[in-house]
């Protein structure tokens, strides 16, 4: 693994504050998902590290800016972080924060990224006005809306070139990210419930004789059916990761490492969300750290093992 300052030397960032500024989406991308990002710097090439990290930091600044308080408030704000990020994207004028400098950069490099954002923050009203869902197909349009559109910011930088290959690999993605919102909202339901808002449906939750409510409380009667719920919902995000298992195939050979990884980290945060059941409503659900590092570990052995023989 190259260090980070060589790696912002393959990259042809010569500019001091530039690297200033891509250290610290590095290190806000550490902090957000330290799992993925041990798996970018281990199993991607070391040019995409600057990019991947300021996409992902992007987004959960993005995220958590328009995430808490009344939705009037969130929504004031998303419009004026939209202003700020259109305005570095298209320079004008001098770009104060260094993630959005960073952001303009990785747009020049990568001129997609610029529609990716566009589209995100297009998208973005959906997570200002979020307050729950009443249906399943509620939570679909969100997913299409904003979840979708969130991965993308990364996946652009995978996403074969050929138009059939990317419809294909975009359906693949509408699949990963759908099992991968279902975990999320699984694995923080005490958090979501403290704030009034729930990800699972409540046309799910009636199905089990559930109200919203009911999941504020983390002992009663009522835990043998959030014990069913969260078996139900984890069996569709566990469908969801069998089906996109094809993903990987569809990116250049450089890139399906971290796919695979990727997804696999995504099972063992499952894994974590159907140990728990409704103990979830307690203490939510973090995947277990010794088997994602024995994970990370294996897939960084195969990865240098596949580019030895391909020289």
Same mark, same amino acid.
């Given at each position: ?68 308080? @009344? +939705?009037?408030?969130?929504? $004031? =704000? #998303? &419009? ?5 990020? !259109?305005?570095?994207?298209?320079? *004008? ?65 995978? @996403? +074969?070139?050929?138009?059939? $290959? =990317? #419809? &294909? ?5 509408? !699949?990963?990210?759908?099992?991968? *919102? ?130």
């Amino acid at each position: 693994m190259s260090s980070w300052s060589v790696v912002l030397d393959r990259c042809g960032v010569s500019d001091p504050s530039l690297r200033r500024d891509y250290g610290m989406q590095r290190t806000l991308a550490r902090r957000f998902a330290p799992a993925e990002y041990m798996a970018v710097r281990l199993l991607l090439p070391a040019p995409l590290h600057p990019s991947v990290f300021t996409a992902v930091a992007f987004m959960h600044e993005t995220d958590e800016r328009i995430d808490s308080g @009344e +939705p009037s408030a969130r929504q $004031a =704000a #998303l &419009r004026a972080w939209d202003q700020e990020v !259109t305005a570095a994207l298209e320079q *004008q004028g001098a770009v104060d924060q260094p993630m959005l400098r960073a952001l303009a950069d990785t747009a020049r490099r990568h001129p997609v990224l610029a529609a990716r954002v566009r589209t995100f923050l297009d998208g973005a009203p959906a997570e200002a006005a979020w307050t729950g869902f009443g249906t399943e197909s509620d939570f679909q349009a969100y997913v299409d809306g904003y979840s979708l559109p969130a991965l993308m910011l990364t996946a652009s930088f995978f @996403e +074969p070139p050929s138009p059939a $290959a =990317a #419809l &294909r690999f975009r359906a693949g993605c509408r !699949t990963l990210i759908e099992a991968m *919102q279902r975990i999320d909202f699984l694995a923080d339901l005490p958090e979501d419930v403290a704030q009034g808002r729930v990800g699972v449906p409540r046309d799910a939750l009636a199905e089990h004789g559930l109200k919203t409510e009911d999941l504020a409380r983390s002992s009663g009667d009522h835990l043998p059916a959030v014990g069913r719920l969260v078996a139900q919902q984890a069996r569709l995000a566990g469908a969801g990761l069998d089906g996109c298992g094809d993903l990987p195939d569809l990116v250049e050979p450089m890139h399906r490492p971290f796919l695979d990884t990727l997804i696999a980290v995504q099972r063992l945060r499952l894994r974590a969300v159907e140990r728990k059941g409704a103990a979830l409503l307690a203490h939510g659900a973090r995947p277990d750290i010794l088997a994602t590092l024995r994970l990370l570990v294996r897939a960084y052995g195969s990865a240098r093992g596949q580019r030895r023989a391909a020289r």
